[in-house]
């Protein structure tokens, strides 16, 4: 090889290091404030989101990149800063880490998701309009001031609006695994986000920020996976939960994922899976070999694998928050949507001695039965102590062991709680906007209790629920009524608000 002539190459200049999108505040906090070292102003014809800063003779610039490979935790690139007092340094680190260096992990991937193949997918995007009723606040994404989410939607959001758009073609980074959905359910709580009230707001009372893509009952196979994943494979039928809880507040760590206090929704506060494709964090991923294992086909093991959401929820709640119960137990369900239907399956198989539903729609009433209900009452026929009667006639004067309130409805809770056993428990799962007026006396004297339930994770409910399908125990399958399209899903929340149809599948 020729040796250059004519130059020489005087030293480096800079070094570049990457940061993720939105880091540039915390990298100035570190490299400025606490170091110490000057920003430089950045050049007019250049991107101005970069953060410059001068390093004695050379400089730092700090770049933002959403690439998997140049934001890899395993990579041995670093940047090494010569000092002259080490100790001073590390004693500077030592006292200003907590402020300076620690911050709220996000769980929301879709700025972790970059456009790389170009095509593109289609996605059910909900939009509404930011209108808090009075000073309900929602909190802003600080990565993107357009989003806004609200911690009550039934207080904030109006007008909802359900349209079919081309959303950016995910690929995955660190721990993110991309899934071509075969199956999503459209939940009750979709319909709630598309149904409006008196003055056109949501009726949805959960967290909710748009715009953003709903959907989160669903299963598919593994399309791409990001470097950092080891437990699934491309082609792997998977389902995932639905809580992107951070697992590092104190519910996560105290064993509480689905109270989690930086909690996310996927299809409420991040990119669902009404779509082609949706990406998520491997950790919330969930193998479904065991009903391939089972010799289940498709499309069954897909319908089945998007059900094992909502039928966790109702294991959740009858066995973690409402403690489970003994076999020859009697439990009964109010609400026979696919949450109440799992609670009759899961009672069923788990040795209830009798099980009753109180449903108004006749349709529900037969699934409730075929889920393994012994009986199934519609409470429009009911007498005002109509759930008195169901226990006297249920449990000969006892009282029901458990009840799973899961509709959601004015006025439920009160008459469970009056029905109750000698230490029996309601686990309220349904949501609504209502409130209860309750008579402690009910419970103070029977040694009784009533607990909220929200959530699905925990306890291993995906994997034990996914091996009870797998098993036979858990026919999820049965309450399917219909399948549209991913074109069809807006017209299908609208045939919904009736309540009549059991669960109702979008095969994109």
Partial sequence: ???????????????SLPIEPGGQDLARSFYVDLLGLPEKPVPPTLPQHLVWVDAGSQELHLLVEDDAVD??????????????????LRATLDANRPAALLRARPVRQPDRVRHVRGRGVRAVVLRAEWAPRDDESGRFDSRDPERRIAPRANRTWRDPVFTLETRPDPAPSHDLVVIRVRACGICGSDVHLHERDADGYMVYPGMVGTPVTTGHEFSGTVEAIGPDVVDVAIGDPVCAEEIAWCGECLACRSGLPNNCTRLEELGFTFDGAHADLVAVRARYVWSLRPLLDAGIAQPRLFHLGALVEPASVAFIGLFVTAGGFLPGSTVGVAGAGPIGLAAIALAHAAGASRVVAVEPSAARRQLALAMGADAAHD????????FADIARETTRGRGIDRWVEASGARGVAERMAATLAPGGRVVLIGRGPHTIELDPEHLIVRGASMAGSIGHSGSGAFGRVIELMAAGRLPMDRIVSDTVPLDGMVAALERLRDREAGKTIVEP
């Fill in 1 to 15: 090889m020729t040796r250059p002539t004519g130059f020489r190459i005087l030293g480096v200049q800079h070094v």
């Fill in 379 to 386: 409470p429009r026929e009911l007498g005002p102590d109509g």
């Fill in 71 to 88: 934001l890899n935790p395993r990579s041995r690139r670093h940047p090494c800063l010569e000092v002259d007092d080490v100790t001073a």
